[in-house]
């Protein structure tokens, strides 16, 4: 049962419908209009949550991940190599096309992360579950102030559902959500928006 509760939490509360919903969140917050929000959210979401995940699920089907959220850390360096391209485009384009500062930003402290996670693939496989909870409970916290901080309350239990499920050792899993957390923060006072 506990296996099962863990698995349930991992598979709802993984990286990409976590970025997906803060990606909403916060085009709702920065723009004018409903059109306005939409129009950001699609270009965000196909310049980021959208291929990735795309590109991933192709790889399953082809049967060179061995899942969606993939184990080993060879699996995992072509889709940090994907991301990394991704989120540098996904800046670029950002930029170019004069978005909401905090969505630039966003993608900012999104490609600083992923060259940092990268980087620290090759020697250990740090948690990109608790990763993504944390950055997401930091940004909306840092943006809505504390009406958002109850999405900290997620985090322990991504960090137990991994493991729980012992994909993680505990050291992984506060890895990942100090990191994230400290990338977020660090980019946006960076660019004064907090």
């Known amino acids: 049962m506990r296996q099962r509760i863990a698995r349930l939490i991992s598979n709802i509360l993984n990286p990409f419908l976590v970025s997906l919903i803060t990606i909403v969140l916060l085009v709702w917050h920065t723009t004018s209009s409903p059109a306005s929000a939409f129009k950001w959210a699609a270009i ?20 060179k991940l061995d899942s969606i959220f993939p184990e080993g850390q060879d ?20 930029w170019y096309l004069n978005a909401p500062e905090l969505l630039t930003f966003s993608f900012i402290a999104g490609l600083v992360a992923v060259i940092i996670f990268m980087a620290i693939n090759v020697y250990w496989k740090i ?11 930091m940004v909306l916290t840092l943006i809505f102030g504390a ?13 137990w559902s991994r493991l729980e499920l012992k994909l993680h050792t505990p050291a992984q899993v506060v890895a990942g959500a100090v990191l994230a957390a400290a990338i977020v923060t660090g980019v946006l006072r960076g660019f004064g928006v907090v």
Do not use: D, E, N
């Open 44 to 63: 965000a979401l196909v310049l980021s949550v959208i291929p990735i995940f795309g590109f991933i699920i192709f790889l399953v089907w082809r049967k």
């Open 75 to 94: 699996q995992r360096k072509l889709i940090y190599i994907i991301a990394t391209v991704l989120a540098v485009i996904g800046c670029g384009v950002m």
């Open 127 to 137: 948690s990109l579950h608790t990763a993504f909870i944390s950055a997401a409970a």
């Open 147 to 159: 009406k958002a901080a109850w999405v900290f309350v997620l985090l322990p239990l991504v960090a």
